[in-house]
């Protein structure tokens, strides 16, 4: 019990003077005082015990303390509480403002999603099914324990305070919130000369701020350094690398988003939306778009060589385009990109299909583009490639990123801490990958995804963008497809092969997220596989604990309790499901979110590249905007673009979101290594792991100097780091921590 005025830290409790040795209490909690929490607080001994082989005398009190951390599902939470209980996502919309700012709820059978860490808050007085807001600089509850430390809040805030001055300066010069780049010099001043003194009002900002003349020299000092950007990595090698095909292509299998490219399986592709509301299902393009550009061969021989692959963006994007297009400055079309690969293993893309809702029968709502023949031809090519980088950052913004590592991840998360002690071993053994990720998840619900939230005013989608992702959770997401080899499978970028290592054989041999991903999938496994069967001898054993049973079944039944009749859910029977499960949740903690996630202001820092969202369609001959375009082609392109604002903007953002912070924990590494538990051959195993993960290291950074391996290694590409397990702290665009922490 503390019985301090304030709550203090416990670290660990290690007793001294036993027989056998000192007896570790890993604790790793905030206590409060006993004036706001009076109840004692419980903590147990390093030594992992399965439910039903828990000490009689410790039985009541393992028992006591989940009841304690489930709370009884009522009440407002306060931060200092230590509650973990589930919600639906119906407080990203602020009615009480403005209904403009009103947003449907999300998680219940018209738009399913995951469930988030319930807070208890008041309804809003102008929707009572919506939750009230809090905003920043206020803190949203999520339990005590799980709140970021002082260096990972230091590292937030910082990113923050750059993200709260490119605020204040629409309010300066209003002028520029429409203004656009003139040219890419334009844009590489953001580098050089920054922000503020690139618009010429730097002094101008200081003399707004109501604070003595001493601080806001200080401030002006400092802020050269806050609102000037690093360059880059994608300009860091050859500046003009992101105009060309190959760069392009390259991005699908080893930039920021390598987890959507899939095989063409059928030419034409065919759409599985609905044809009386959508149109016609099959796709526009044809062999005679592709089959100058298939190296001699038909489409039919390329198809059976597995030679055409696709990013297919069509089925996301066709049901919101009609909303979308109708937003202010905000223009989009469902895409499909069809790739050929070549004799050297790397992929050209052949053909761009772009399709708008279909009105009426004598509409044009599909156009096929294919690479250019001349001077005009080369800059439609280049706005086809805009749009096509456009629907892909918002599908990995909004999809792979923030949905399947994210969100998904939570409801795994909420029901460890309220179904498994922790001493369970299980719960020892997935507590390193849980770690910030609710803290996280409510910032993100803050300020990121919410009403009028940087994602909406960011990317292409808008308000719909959650909804996107709803749609995307209810027809395509699948637990058992969410592992590495399971999904490399399913896009038909492998096919199963028991002669090769991993038992699978690439199509795409030089698939750099996929060589090194199989690498740490490989040890994950291994790992979890020897932790498992130290404790569960047999399926019985897995079975007959209590405990782990409760976890899975309320992290399907109510976590993802929307998709909970799916017949696809792995079943928890066997040694074998359990390695299976676990596999998969410390994959997509570690690697499969450091993949997705730290590459963000490398590769889309230089907007160009990867322009979050456009702001015009491609004009044809009969538009009126032709003759713009062709005047003037670069004009046209940068009007197509973010503005000045929206770039800026959106830079401060994925600058934060690809920092790692100073007391980020690596994958190998944990918390009191050698006391994180008391079972010593455990120990042993985890440094047998923390080894292996460093083989890795060497073995990616082998491939990277390879020029054998051309989608990581030439003059001028960028090795694929995203996936070396270690990180020194700020943007590296490498380094796999243990869990989704920013």
Not at 67 to 76: E, I, Y
Request: proline residues 7%.
């Amino acid at each position: 019990m503390n019985k301090h005025q304030k709550e203090f830290f416990l670290e660990c409790i290690t007793i001294e003077g036993f027989a056998l040795g000192p007896v570790h209490f890993p604790c790793n909690s905030w206590v409060q005082s006993q004036n706001d929490h009076p109840e004692k607080r419980i903590f147990f001994t390093n030594q992992p015990f399965l439910p039903n082989e828990t000490p009689d005398g410790l039985r009541k009190l393992r028992e006591t303390e989940l009841k304690n951390l489930r709370g009884n599902g009522s009440g407002v939470r306060k931060l200092s509480d230590r509650i973990y209980d589930f919600d639906v996502y119906n407080d990203l919309g602020n009615p009480d403002k403005s209904s403009e700012l009103s947003r449907p709820k999300l998680g219940g059978k018209e738009r399913p999603y995951p469930r988030r860490c319930r807070t208890g808050r008041q309804p809003t007085d102008t929707d009572k099914k919506a939750e009230s807001r809090v905003e920043k600089p206020l803190p949203m509850y999520v339990p005590r324990d799980e709140q970021f430390e002082e260096t990972k809040q230091d590292t937030f805030a910082a990113g923050r305070l750059k993200a709260v001055l490119h605020h204040l300066v629409p309010s300066l010069k209003a002028s520029i919130l429409a203004e656009d780049f003139a040219d890419f010099g334009e844009i590489d001043g953001l580098y050089k000369e920054g922000l503020l003194l690139k618009l010429g009002f730097e002094d101008e900002i200081f003399n707004k701020f109501p604070l003595p003349k001493g601080i806001v020299n200080t401030l002006q000092e400092s802020s050269k350094g806050l609102l000037k950007y690093d360059t880059p990595k994608i300009l860091s090698k050859d500046k003009n690398a992101w105009l060309r095909d190959d760069e392009f292509a390259r991005q699908a299998i080893a930039g920021i988003n390598p987890v959507n490219i899939e095989r063409v399986k059928t030419f034409p592709p065919v759409s599985n939306l609905d044809p009386e509301i959508y149109g016609p299902q099959h796709s526009a393009l044809t062999s005679d778009h592709i089959i100058g550009h298939l190296d001699g061969l038909s489409v039919q021989r390329a198809l059976e060589e597995n030679r055409l692959f696709m990013l297919d963006y069509h089925d996301i994007f066709l049901p919101f385009l009609d909303r979308i297009n109708a937003l202010d400055g905000r223009k989009a079309y469902a895409t499909r990109t069809v790739f050929f690969l070549t004799r050297l293993g790397t992929l050209k893309p052949v053909a761009i299909e772009l399709s708008l809702p279909t009105h009426g029968p004598n509409h044009r709502s599909k156009r096929v583009v294919t690479p250019p023949v001349d001077a005009t031809s080369n800059w439609v090519w280049q706005l086809a490639k805009a749009h096509v980088s456009s629907n892909d950052a918002g599908v990995h913004q909004l999809v792979n990123h923030w949905l399947r590592t994210h969100a998904c991840l939570e409801p795994f998360i909420i029901a460890a801490h309220r179904q498994l002690s922790a001493m369970h071993p299980i719960f020892k053994l997935l507590d390193p990958h849980m770690r910030y990720t609710l803290e996280i998840n409510a910032l993100a619900r803050q300020s990121l995804i919410s009403a009028d939230g940087v994602i909406e005013g960011g990317f292409t989608a808008g308000q719909y963008g959650l909804e996107m992702s709803s749609a995307a959770y209810k027809s395509s997401w699948r637990f058992d497809m969410e592992g590495l080899p399971a999904d490399l499978i399913r896009r038909g970028m492998a096919v199963p092969d028991p002669t090769q290592p991993h038992g699978l054989k690439l199509l795409v041999e030089d698939y750099p997220y996929a060589n090194d991903g199989l690498l740490i999938w490989s040890a994950i496994q291994t790992w979890v596989r020897t932790y498992v069967e130290r404790y569960y001898p047999n399926s019985n054993s897995i079975q007959a604990d209590s405990e782990l049973q409760s976890w899975y079944s309320e992290s399907i039944n109510v976590g993802h309790a929307d998709l909970r009749e799916a017949e696809w859910w792995p079943k928890l029977d066997t040694v074998d499901d359990l390695v299976s499960i676990l596999t998969t949740l410390v994959w997509l903690a570690s690697a499969q979110h450091a993949a997705l996630n730290f590459g963000q202001y490398p590769y889309g820092g230089y907007v160009p590249n990867r322009p979050p969202l456009m702001r015009r369609l491609i004009p044809d001959e009969s538009d009126p905007e032709y003759a713009s375009f062709i005047s003037d082609p670069e004009k046209f392109y940068f009007s197509s673009m973010p503005s000045l604002l929206q770039t800026s903007k959106f830079m401060a953002v994925v600058d934060t979101l690809s920092t790692h912070s100073p007391d980020e924990e690596y994958i190998g590494e944990r918390q009191q290594p050698s006391t994180w538990t008391g079972d010593a051959e455990i120990v042993d195993a985890f440094y047998g792991f923390a080894a292996e993960i460093g083989r890795i290291e060497k073995e990616i950074e082998k491939r990277n100097s390879d020029p054998n391996r051309r989608n990581r290694c030439g003059a001028g590409v960028l090795p694929y780091e995203l996936l070396v397990p270690s990180s020194e702290p700020g943007v590296t665009c490498r380094g796999v921590p243990n869990s989704v922490s920013i």
